[in-house]
């Protein structure tokens, strides 16, 4: 890059990205795991990684919240939406229920955007040679269309940063 003059990068995320991302996180949506046996859908993924990682089932004002949206939901929905909030990490809203409810909110509104509740969309768990896929490798495609760029849309980056620091 000895010949740019200019360069700048920049990040512009949407309200409540990191929260709905940490949370895809959380669960290990983003994990390097093979995806394990039986998973055909994002549920199956989830219920899955649920196995996986521990849980705090919601209390309190976060059950309030979850049974608000999870209301007329059928059982296997409503155990995805309360299996992910309790395995969400809302540390950063230092116990401020409103904002924790908003995250709350704009999870589920993610889960239903990318269509975690439809059992009709399978995934592909194998690749080419039949080796079982990463979490993060299925995740993205579900992620890759939903999020697809119009001709009007700038170039968007996700990007997820290993770091191992050695003494």
């Not at 990682?53 to 999870?70: E, F, M």
Request: glycine share 8%.
């Amino acid at each position: 890059m000895q010949d740019c003059h200019t360069f700048i990068r920049g990040t512009y995320r949407f309200t409540g990205f990191s929260s709905i991302i940490s949370c895809f996180h959380d669960v290990g949506l983003t994990s390097d795991d093979p995806v394990g046996d039986g998973v055909n859908t994002l549920k199956d993924l989830c219920f899955w990684r649920f196995s996986k990682v521990a849980s705090k089932p919601p209390t309190g004002a976060r059950k309030q919240v979850c049974d608000s949206l999870t209301q007329g939901m059928e059982m296997n929905n409503r155990l995805l939406v309360e299996g992910i909030l309790g395995r969400a990490d809302m540390r950063q809203f230092g116990g401020n229920l409103a904002n924790e409810e908003k995250a709350c909110r704009q999870i589920v509104k993610t889960l239903h955007f990318l269509k975690f509740f439809d059992s009709n969309t399978t995934l592909k768990i194998n690749d080419a040679n039949g080796k079982r896929r990463s979490c993060l490798d299925v995740f993205g495609d579900v992620l890759g269309p939903a999020l697809k760029h119009t001709e009007n849309d700038r170039d968007l980056v996700v990007m997820r940063h290993n770091f191992v620091l050695e003494d």
